[in-house]
């Protein structure tokens, strides 16, 4: 099984991807979601270079596009986001796989049918079965149509099936349900791959205590389970957000407070510390504490980068104990490695 992680396309995460051990490049598809940020100048090409920057010579991007607003990203420029960032990352050497949807313009599917002709890697289609997002299911004229559009088999397409954001045991029956139903319906076509995916981290980190662990349950990965329990077919693929929230939310404003979104097999134990020193010289204290706690792994910094720097702040072996993006960065690929390990061990996340 492929653990299927989908990113926000964002420095942190890139550079998460961009550590990972051989061992978890070879044991994941990873799909970014552009982010808006119009504070960018260019927010197409910053995702480009991060991706050139930090994507394997080995690995095939996913990118999903489909959270831009075509007016803004288009202005000035020729062709759609599909489109733009297919050829900027062909000219970067980064291999794509596009994402693609049912409701979709024709315009959009056209790119599609582009990028994927370009770089030979297939597409990605992306349903959802989110409780607040929910895609009416296509019957077999519409996937034709679609297949038809994006010119391609479904042997060269990759099934997504986003179950969305799982915040509890109640809403983890119902999408279960309702994901399996979606499976059953879907996997009648020879797909490439097939991957269930949810999210389960929360919004933000405003209510969360300070100065110590708080725990949060991975029911991403208990839907998975309870989704495989209920389908009688072959195990999809594992998919969640890493340690972000499902969903594209707005860009925060001012400066978070030190934080770390650490993986265990069952929990996210997040750690949010106050601001009682100078700069973000708080973290160091919440590093000494986290590699003091029992959910330190036996492995410590060896279990990733991400891990290693933790440790490096621990002994303060670094002058600065970083921010916001260093912090996310570090918490992805902790993530990235834990759950991989999970998976190719035990066959589940």
Not at 38 to 60: G, Q, W
Not at 143 to 163: H, K, M, N, S, Y
């Amino acid at each position: 099984m492929i653990y299927v992680p989908i990113l926000k396309g964002k420095a942190g995460e890139f550079l998460a991807l961009g550590h990972a051990s051989p061992e978890v490049q070879t044991q994941i598809r990873p799909v970014m979601e552009i982010v808006p940020d119009f504070e960018l100048r260019d927010l197409l090409d910053t995702f480009c270079e991060h991706a050139m920057e930090n994507v394997p010579s080995s690995m095939v991007l996913t990118v999903d596009c489909g959270a831009l607003p075509s007016v803004r990203v288009l202005e000035g420029a020729v062709g759609g986001p599909v489109s733009r960032v297919g050829e900027s990352l062909l000219l970067r050497g980064v291999a794509m796989c596009p994402v693609f949807r049912c409701d979709d313009a024709d315009d959009v599917l056209a790119e599609v049918a582009g990028a994927a002709a370009a770089h030979g890697q297939g597409a990605c289609l992306r349903i959802s079965t989110a409780l607040d997002l929910r895609d009416r299911l296509p019957d077999r004229e519409q996937t034709c149509e679609l297949l038809r559009a994006v010119q391609l088999g479904p042997e060269e397409i990759d099934l997504l099936i986003d179950a969305g954001p799982v915040y509890s045991a109640r809403a983890r029956e119902s999408l279960a349900e309702g994901t399996a139903e979606a499976l059953t319906k879907l996997s009648r076509w020879p797909w490439r791959h097939i991957c269930v995916a949810a999210g389960a981290f929360p919004v933000n980190l405003s209510g969360f205590p300070r100065g110590t662990a708080t725990p949060v349950a991975r029911e991403d990965a208990r839907l998975w389970q309870e989704v495989v329990e209920k389908w009688r077919g072959a195990q999809p693929d594992f998919g969640d957000f890493g340690v972000t929230a499902p969903r594209i939310l707005p860009k925060s404003r001012g400066t978070p407070d030190p934080n770390m979104r650490y993986t265990t097999a069952a929990e996210w134990q997040v750690f949010v510390y106050p601001r009682l020193l100078t700069g973000n010289d708080d973290f160091f204290t919440l590093s000494q504490d986290l590699v003091n706690s029992p959910h330190w792994p036996a492995a410590g910094p060896a279990t990733s980068w991400g891990d290693a720097r933790l440790h490096e702040c621990a002994q303060r072996k670094r002058s600065k104990a970083g921010g916001g993006t260093e912090w996310r960065a570090w918490a992805t690929s902790h993530h990235l490695a834990v759950v991989t390990s999970h998976v190719t061990a035990a066959g589940h996340p």
